[in-house]
């Protein structure tokens, strides 16, 4: 039998950080933001989708889809941000699936899927347990400006454009609080991985 983890959370709540930790206790993790970097390269058939619903104004001279630019439209207008998902969403779910299956082909017994739209997607029936990274939105704010060069404004448009954090946290089996320091936050998982039997 293997455990499905979901780990999840905010836009800049800590759940890259968790990841790093859980990789180094040898934990495999497939991360959606990355699976979603790879099906939209030059030449993949959401890539051409994305390029019929946006125009060529969207890619870099190199061909490659311009992110900032896409970002900076999708995150202000929610319809846009539904016709991106609609094309990317459905490409994402098959290769996390499926790279998620490689794992336990290969006998591993915890695998965690690295989701930030687990909840907002109705993906949670694809795990067995629910880990959310909370931080306050003010903590949150700051992160992201900080590690993206954002200003309040995309910072804002960003956080608004998923479901509230205090939401999500009622909807996990544990609880991250990621407000203190690296070092509390890494006491919390060992606990809980300790509690799940994962350790
Ligand atoms: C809009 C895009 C091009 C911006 O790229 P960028 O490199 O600036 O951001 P990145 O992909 O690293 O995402 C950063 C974070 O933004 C949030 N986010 C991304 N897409 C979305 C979305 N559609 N809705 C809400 N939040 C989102 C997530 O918390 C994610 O961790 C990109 O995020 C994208 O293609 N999004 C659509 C696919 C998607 O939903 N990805 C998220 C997980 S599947
Ligand atoms: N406990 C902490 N104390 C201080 N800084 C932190 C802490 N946890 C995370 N950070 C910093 O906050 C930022 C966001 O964290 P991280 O990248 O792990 O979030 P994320 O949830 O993976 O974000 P995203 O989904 O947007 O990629 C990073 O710059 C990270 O270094």
Known sequence: MSLTIGLTGGIASGKSTITRMMRELGIPVIDADQVAREVVEIGKEAYKNIIEVF????????????????????????????????????????HMLAKKEEYIHRGEKTIVLDIPLLFESGLTHFVDKIIVVYVDEHIQLERLMKR???????ALARIQAQMP??????????VIDNNGTIEETKQQLLQILTKWDVL
Do not use: M, T
């Open 148 to 154: 993206n060069g954002f200003s309040q404004d995309e």
């Open 55 to 94: 125009g060529r104004e969207i890619l870099q001279e190199n061909g490659e889809i311009n992110r900032a630019k896409l970002g900076a439209i999708v995150f202000h207008d929610e319809e846009k941000r539904k016709k991106l998902n609609a094309i990317v969403h459905p490409a994402v779910r098959q």
């Open 165 to 174: 954090l205090h939401e999500k946290v009622k909807k996990a089996d544990a």
